[in-house]
């Protein structure tokens, strides 16, 4: 079952620009991940939040979560060509499953 | 270095063959964990394990098996395998379940005719 819905589905945008992802869940997390994928490779880990923060950063990566909508956003800032790829949400349960359930993720191209 | 190894990358077979993909890591992790990934669908998980000897179902388990005997091998098997089962197939580990990132293999690819 899916846990994350991600929005735009795709984003092309500008080398420079910035581009913003937003991520709905449905039910009360432990944790919230977001993950990069290069077109048919391993998914890469980009950050985590957890459900007591409300922003953290990484670099070019800003990522925000408000419990209270079920939601957070990716927001990649001065984008690079380099950062095209498809970037998915995926959250952890406050239940006892051990499950990390992924969206459906955003394509994003970065146009040079 | 650390990482996540599958085997094979590529795999094409025929319905009703039995097939192993295996998946090491060399992290230490005790949390590993099959996925399985299709256009529109998302990435699944099939199964997981929490640690040696201890694994349980993900969101879609049918039709494949897992084994855990050493910590750093979680082997997928599907018995019989169908045209359903194909996928790009992804391994991942991580130190524990919680509040820890998980780590990718790099993918398995596996077409069933």
């Known amino acids: 079952s899916q846990q994350g819905e991600e929005d735009p589905q795709a984003l092309s945008i500008q080398e420079g620009e910035n581009a913003t992802m937003n991520c709905s869940y449905k039910?009360?997390?432990?944790?919230l991940q977001w993950y990069r994928q290069n077109s048919g490779r391993g998914l890469v880990h980009l950050i985590l939040?957890?459900?007591?923060?409300r922003e953290k950063h990484s670099g070019r990566l800003r990522v925000t979560l408000d419990t209270s909508k079920k939601s957070s956003s990716l927001l990649i800032t001065a984008s690079r060509a380099a950062d095209t790829a498809s970037y998915f949400c995926?959250?952890?349960?406050?239940?006892?499953?051990?499950?990390?359930?992924f969206g459906s993720g955003t394509r994003l191209l970065v146009r040079p | 270095e650390a990482q996540v190894t599958q085997n094979p990358r590529y795999l094409i077979t025929v319905t009703g063959k039995k097939l192993t993909v295996t998946c090491s890591q060399n992290?230490?992790?005790?949390?590993m964990s099959w996925y399985r990934q299709d256009p529109g669908l998302g990435l699944r998980q099939i199964y997981y394990?929490?640690?040696?000897?201890?694994?349980d179902k993900g969101d879609v388990p049918e039709g494949y098996k897992v084994s855990r005997k050493e910590k750093r091998n979680f082997p997928l098997i599907l018995e019989s395998p169908s045209p359903n089962q194909t996928s790009l197939y992804f391994c991942?580990?991580?130190?524990?379940?919680?509040?820890?990132?998980?780590?990718f293999g790099p993918g398995t690819r596996l077409t069933v005719t």
């Open positions: 394990s929490m640690n040696v000897e201890v694994t």
């Open positions: 039910t009360s997390i432990n944790n």
């Open positions: 992290m230490n992790h005790e949390y």
């Open positions: 939040i957890r459900s007591n923060e």
């Open positions: 991942a580990s991580s130190l524990i379940f919680n509040s820890y990132e998980q780590y």
């Open positions: 995926a959250t952890v349960g406050m239940d006892s499953s051990y499950k990390l359930i």
